[in-house]
């Protein structure tokens, strides 16, 4: 990771009418990094993808990216861009490799250099021995890949995945994740939206917490569980018609309590003397985890745990 900021926001905002989609947020994304926007529907997550990608104006305040602005260099950013997009739209007619034929063609890549991308992308994307097949004929793993590797096709200097692994199976997002984390080795990249925090833990270098248009926080996973949570989290279920009669025998044992409609969340720096505590104090309990904070304990007490449609 170097110093230098391929997408430089100050103050960038979207409005839509009266609603503010994205409020005045500050960020820098480096060379070399993997960047995360966190946040739930309707945070601002999207509105500030379509500006990066110069598909959607900016309302106000300023933004480059590699140093140009989008108002008026929009095909020249986008010519070094790789875009992945959350919903599949491969030709599903075409083969594997006539996907990343066509693709390559739009970016008026020479006929030689695409086939030898072709051969260099398939590879990477462990997709050879579909090369002949159709897109239709894919699983939704194979066809995540083949978007990562078209959107690779140009050699881009900034991918974009947005919600890369919705809805693929455990054994699929890993596949995927290693290939992300490969790009990543090789000095791509990379902006990464998603509502898996496990993956944003696992790929981001730094990432961004987003709630109704504002920025709630910054830092890489580990300096925001370190900043918001405590080290361990022990979660208690009573029985049920019960109340959770005792929990004030805790007092001054925990560093945060949350009551949840179905379990109490305490929060401490260490489990083991909490669990011995519980036990002491005789608080009845019908079942209970241990578990590290995560970044997910994180985003819910950033973002809160309403829904959003």
Not at 68 to 87: C, H, N, T, W
Not at 209 to 222: H, L
Not at 259 to 282: C, F, G, K, Q, S
Request: glycine residues 8%; proline residues 4%.
């Amino acid at each position: 990771m170097s110093n230098e900021s391929l997408v430089r926001a100050r103050g960038l905002t979207k409005r839509f009418g009266d609603f503010v989609a994205v409020d005045g947020i500050d960020f820098e994304i480096r060379r070399g990094e993997a960047f995360g926007f966190l946040g739930p529907n309707g945070a601002g997550k999207t509105s500030t993808m379509k500006m990066i990608t110069t598909v959607s104006p900016i309302t106000d305040g300023e933004m480059t990216v590699f140093g140009l602005e989008p108002a008026g260099d929009g095909p020249s950013i986008r010519s070094r861009l790789g875009v992945v997009p959350q919903e599949n739209n491969l030709d599903e007619e075409l083969t594997v490799a006539e996907n990343l034929y066509v693709y390559g063609r739009y970016h008026d890549i020479p006929k030689p250099t695409i086939r030898q991308r072709i051969d260099d992308l398939l590879n990477f994307a462990q997709l050879e021995e579909k090369r002949d097949s159709t897109v239709e004929s894919l699983s939704g793993g194979m066809k995540r890949r083949l978007i990562i590797a078209r959107a690779l096709i140009n050699e881009p200097d900034l991918v974009i995945l947005d919600e890369p692994t919705t809805g693929l199976d455990p054994q699929a997002r890993h596949v995927l994740w290693d290939r992300l984390y490969r790009l990543k080795q090789q000095g791509a990249t990379l902006i990464i939206t998603t509502h898996y925090m496990d993956e944003a833990e696992q790929l981001c270098d730094r990432l961004v917490v987003m709630d109704k248009g504002v920025i709630a926080d910054e830092g890489s996973p580990a300096e925001l569980i370190e900043r918001h949570s405590t080290r361990d989290v022990v979660e208690l279920r009573f029985a049920s018609g019960t109340d959770e009669a005792g929990l004030d025998r805790l007092d001054g044992a925990v560093e945060r309590m949350e009551p949840l409609a179905d379990r109490v969340l305490l929060y401490t720096n260490d489990a083991n003397a909490l669990v011995d505590i519980i036990h002491e104090r005789e608080i009845e309990h019908v079942q209970r985890l241990t578990r590290r904070s995560s970044l997910e304990d994180v985003f819910l007490h950033l973002t809160g745990r309403r829904l959003v449609d």
